[in-house]
T-cell receptor, first 111, second 113 residues
């Protein structure tokens, strides 16, 4: 059974800092890995999708990497802003085409 | 990317009643997915809804409690039946693009009192 772990559970940083969020998964037989952002009480916004054959994806200040063989992904956020404050979720699509989510990292960027 | 409109965005309901949540997608999609997010937890898949067939439920979820309709390729509903305070959660619908990217509705924040 696939398990996804996200570290740290919470992170508080000053504005302007670069930061890294970590995601690990136990079964490397995945189709893709996706990073999401969730604001309190809201739905999920897709940030980046990495296919299993890819190593990284970039969108603006965000960069996500994937090391499928070791079961790890990182989300790098450059020059963080207070508007980046949210919960960041990592999810993998397994061989059954279902998404398995981590519990998320709660990010607070302080002005 | 697909745009999914979900409603209601939130509701407060009496125990023993039922609530139907609607999701409308701006394009035709084969499968739609319904998730539950309990307070402080991550998302758990309730069921997969295919047009023209019965929904497929995950372990721990049953049709009597969470009936799902999928009348066409752009619309689905999830009903939370005979609610109890333990059903207080955020409920989300989702679809997948051809590349496998998942998109979500805005979520329905349900509180059962």
């Amino acid at each position: 059974k696939q398990e996804v772990t996200q570290i740290p559970a919470a992170l508080s940083v000053p504005e302007g800092e670069n930061l890294v969020l970590n995601c690990s998964f136990t079964d490397s037989a995945i189709y893709n890995l996706q990073w999401f952002r969730q604001d309190p009480g809201k739905g999920l916004t897709s940030l980046l999708l990495i296919q299993s054959s890819q190593r990284e994806q970039t969108s603006g200040r965000l960069n996500a990497s994937l090391d499928k063989s070791s079961g790890r992904s990182t989300l790098y956020i450059a020059a963080s802003q207070p508007g980046d404050s949210a919960t960041y979720l990592c999810a993998v699509t397994g061989s059954n085409y279902k998404l398995t989510f981590g519990k998320g990292t709660l990010l607070t960027v302080n002005p | 990317s697909a745009v999914i409109s979900q409603k209601p965005s939130r509701d407060i309901c009496q125990r023993g009643t039922s609530l139907t949540i609607q999701c409308q997608v701006d394009s035709q999609v084969t499968m739609m997915f319904w998730y539950r997010q309990q307070p402080g937890q991550s998302l758990t898949l309730i069921a997969t809804a295919n047009q023209g067939s019965e929904a497929t439920y995950e372990s721990g979820f049953v049709i009597d409690k969470f009936p799902i309709s999928r009348p066409n390729l752009t619309f689905s509903t999830l009903t939370v039946s005979n609610m109890s305070p333990e059903d207080s959660s955020i409920y989300l619908c989702s679809d997948r693009s051809g590349s496998g990217e998942a998109f979500f509705g805005q979520g329905t924040r349900l509180t059962v009192v």
